[in-house]
């Protein structure tokens, strides 16, 4: 059997191995070095359906602006993508509602703020990389499933078979982007628990779903200015759940639901029919919408966030997308880490970078990705406590746009003596952010339901946000450090504020709309 010799072989093309692709093309395009020669195997056959059955459909800034900028996609997903009108929370109290959407609290924005994102066809955007990919010059191996892999230093074997035929290829770099098959994290033992087992449930439905006529009442559907609520990444929550809406750009819509097993087994909601009498009970006014619409495919995902050992070897190796680590989907955080593990990968492939930067580039990932997990461990129960997700969306949403996102837009994550040098402010946010990780934790073991006022929480009422975002969009890299520090200072100052709002609320004090915390120095 004959040998073919590639720099790179990337296992999986999906989003994550054909977007690798193409950055690495790009790099070697913008430094005017040889191209690399590319090899990408996939099991399916392009061109894939569109609104495809894989989740994560919805992206947040981290993810847009590496899709739009990075990878110079912002034509195709203006012109073929749905805009997307930021995450929205409709939390029902302890009373069911049948009637109207005004009845829930609604937490989320009255118009865009800045820094765009979208909403994600899978299906569309990955015929449209693997296009480019080909035309550039990728070798795209679609229809062609892995048999075997050979781990060797600067020549990884890997023996693949297409519908007729063998073939062996030899890979300077490997790097295993396969999703949940996870080729080299099964094969060498890496799985690591991620500690957080919940599972999802999911199906696509033909054609839009209107979620501003879902109330007949005119003061209700003037809070959202110039965009329709249907663009959201919408959700229904409740103690150990939420339920996603998601429009896509092929006219077709994404329902799914995400929940701890612990307050929603299983086998109520494990197929379509079960999942509609469920939702009767928790939501009704939203079953009554879904409950005339056929399936176009339903699927189930038992413990979906996978953890692991080693992302990055000297070896050659590497794992990016769901072939390595996975959080939870809440706040969309799945292309996040594409982002953050392809740009690793790039700057090692293109670089030649030594082992210690295989080393150092595990560190800030894994810790990018465990400050991320602590979001979600054992914070479901909340999930239907209004309070809580007031107070837990102000402060997740500070702490990704301060150091997070600025590491990523600054494009300083990368840069180890930057990283060095910032280490102790990152630490003290981190520590930040898991102190307040651990009181979301301690309301949410509570369980509670409140809510159901009919109240609006406008997250662009909050001057500190536009901040955050317009900072993003300035990009400031040579005042990154500057930026960072002040960052974490607001976030100390942040934490404080919230805490005591909490303790307010637990008291027995009303919440305050976002319109009046727009009032406090801290916000302003």
Not at 119 to 129: C, K, M, P, S, Y
Not at 255 to 268: A, H, I, K, N, T
């Amino acid at each position: 059997m004959t040998v073919q010799r590639v720099d790179v072989c990337i296992l999986g093309g999906g989003m994550a191995g054909l977007t690798l692709a193409r950055q690495l093309l790009l790099r070697r395009q913008q430094t005017g070095k040889p191209m690399l020669q590319i090899a990408v195997i996939e099991h399916r056959h392009f061109p894939v359906p569109e609104a495809t059955h894989k989740v994560g459909e919805s992206t947040v800034e981290i993810a847009a602006h590496y899709l739009a900028q990075t990878l110079q996609l912002q034509e195709h997903l203006s012109t073929h993508q749905l805009p997307k009108f930021g995450l929205r929370l409709f939390v029902r109290g302890g009373s069911p509602v049948a009637d109207d959407l005004a009845d829930y609290d609604e937490i989320g924005v009255s118009r865009v703020l800045p820094v765009p994102t979208y909403q994600i066809d899978r299906g569309r955007l990955e015929n449209h990389l693997a296009a480019e990919c080909r035309d550039a010059g990728v070798q795209l191996l679609s229809g062609t499933t892995v048999r075997k892999l050979e781990l060797n230093p600067g020549a990884h074997r890997i023996r693949v078979r297409d519908d007729s035929s063998e073939r062996t290829l030899q890979a300077g770099y490997l790097v295993d982007g396969s999703g949940r098959r996870a080729w080299l994290r099964g094969q060498q033992g890496l799985s690591r628990p991620a500690r957080h087992t919940n599972h999802a449930v999911w199906y696509r439905i033909e054609g839009a779903l209107d979620l501003d006529t879902w109330s007949g009442r005119s003061e209700w559907r003037a809070r959202c200015q110039g965009t329709p609520r249907r663009l959201s990444t919408n959700h229904f929550t409740g103690p150990g759940y939420w339920v996603w809406l998601i429009p896509l750009a092929s006219d077709t819509t994404s329902v799914g639901v995400v929940f701890d097993p612990r307050y929603v087994p299983l086998e109520q909601i494990n197929t379509h029919q079960r999942l509609l009498t469920w939702l009767a009970a928790e939501h009704p006014l939203l079953a009554s919408r879904l409950s005339d619409r056929a399936p176009l495919d339903f699927h189930v995902l038992k413990d979906y966030a996978a953890g692991c050992k080693q992302v990055f070897s000297a070896d050659g190796w590497m794992l990016t997308g769901d072939a390595g680590v996975f959080a939870d989907p809440f706040y969309s955080p799945g292309a996040d880490f594409i982002a953050f593990a392809n740009s690793f990968i790039t700057e090692l492939i293109c670089g030649g970078l030594d082992a210690d930067h295989y080393r150092k580039f595990q560190t800030y990932y894994m810790a990018f990705f465990n400050n991320t997990l602590s979001l979600y461990r054992g914070q479901y129960g909340g999930f239907g406590d209004r309070d809580m997700m007031v107070l837990k969306t102000i402060w997740d949403y500070a702490y990704y746009w301060g150091p997070l996102a600025k590491l990523f837009f600054t494009g300083r994550f990368a840069d180890h003596g930057f990283m060095q040098r910032m280490e102790p402010q990152l630490l003290r946010g981190a520590a930040l952010n898991a102190g307040m990780q651990r009181q979301f934790r301690n309301l949410a073991a509570l369980g509670r339901r409140r809510g159901g006022e009919g109240r609006f929480f406008d997250h662009h009422e909050l001057p500190y946000f536009h901040q955050q975002k317009n900072e993003l969009l300035q990009g400031y890299t040579d005042r990154a450090e500057c930026q960072l520090t002040d960052s974490v200072s607001r976030l100390e100052a942040l934490a404080s504020e919230l805490n005591g709002l909490r303790d307010e609320v637990e008291r027995g004090g009303p919440m305050p709309s976002l319109q009046q915390l727009a009032q406090r120095p801290v916000f302003c």
